[in-house]
């Protein structure tokens, strides 16, 4: 019974001193089986093998071996890492690569407020000329008023033109006719933001005619100077002794 017991206990050592070299044997052979990592250019996939031979003839394959190993590893905290603990077979393994986890602070998107200007409902009118009407050119000058309900927000403004040319800005101007042809023109009153746009406008006709009464006095004068330059020294001053005579004999 004792050699039997004795038999039984050296027989059972060495089978697990025999599996025990094995599996160190296993693992030794495990932890020192190069991995490669196997980038597809084109796609992007990523394979993980033991076998880079197989991806060698390929083109469009980067190849490059990474430190790691199909056995168990223990961390620098002793816990043993379970990633590889699972039997590995020669076949390949294609997964995306783990990379250790990163937090990104991704910036928070400024908000810019910006201040949006209700649109206003501009009532506009010219108040004067308030009609079409003529003016007399050019001892008359075109007096401009506009009207203009609610009151100008700020940035807008009001121009005022005479036949699409600017001649001021504000609500009113007096337009001189000296330089306006006879004829019909167009007054017109505009109100543009702080852009340019044009929120409102209006216009109303005017005519100009010319004075002839005017112009018959200065023809008149016109032909008195041409005649008084003609005359002699003599004569000029006998007139000028004559227009002083008349001037006293109507101061008394």
Same mark, same amino acid.
């Given at each position: ?81 379970? &990633?590889?603990?699972? @039997? #590995? *077979?020669?076949?390949? %393994?294609?997964?995306? =690569?783990?990379?250790? +986890? ?65 001649? &001021?800005?504000?609500? @009113? #101007? *007096?337009?001189?006719? %000296?330089?306006?042809? =006879?004829?019909?023109? +167009? ?66």
């Amino acid at each position: 019974m004792a050699l039997l017991s004795k038999s039984s206990f050296l027989t059972g050592g060495v089978k697990v001193g025999l599996l025990t070299m094995a599996t160190s044997l296993c693992m030794t052979l495990a932890q020192a089986a190069p991995i490669y990592k196997v980038v597809d250019e084109k796609t992007g996939q990523v394979t993980f093998t033991d076998r880079p031979q197989s991806y060698e003839q390929q083109t469009g394959k980067q190849i490059s071996q990474i430190a790691i190993t199909t056995g168990n590893e223990t961390n620098g905290s002793g816990v043993a890492n379970t &990633a590889g603990s699972s @039997s #590995t *077979s020669s076949s390949d %393994v294609i997964t995306q =690569p783990v990379g250790a +986890t990163q937090t990104l602070n991704v910036p928070a998107t400024a908000t810019t407020t910006a201040t949006v200007k209700a649109p206003v409902n501009y009532q506009l009118t010219i108040a004067e000329p308030s009609k079409e009407r003529a003016y007399r050119r050019p001892v008359q000058s075109i007096d401009v008023a506009v009207q203009i309900k609610p009151a100008l927000q700020v940035g807008d403004s009001v121009r005022i033109y005479l036949d699409d040319k600017e001649v &001021a800005q504000g609500l @009113s #101007t *007096s337009i001189a006719t %000296v330089d306006v042809l =006879p004829g019909a023109h +167009t007054v017109k009153a505009v109100i543009q933001s702080e852009t340019g746009q044009t929120l409102e406008q209006v216009a109303i006709t005017i005519y100009l005619i010319q004075n002839n009464t005017t112009l018959q006095n200065k023809k008149k004068l016109a032909q008195q100077l041409l005649a008084y330059q003609k005359l002699s020294w003599y004569q000029k001053m006998k007139l000028k002794m004559t227009q002083k005579e008349v001037a006293q004999s109507q101061s008394q």
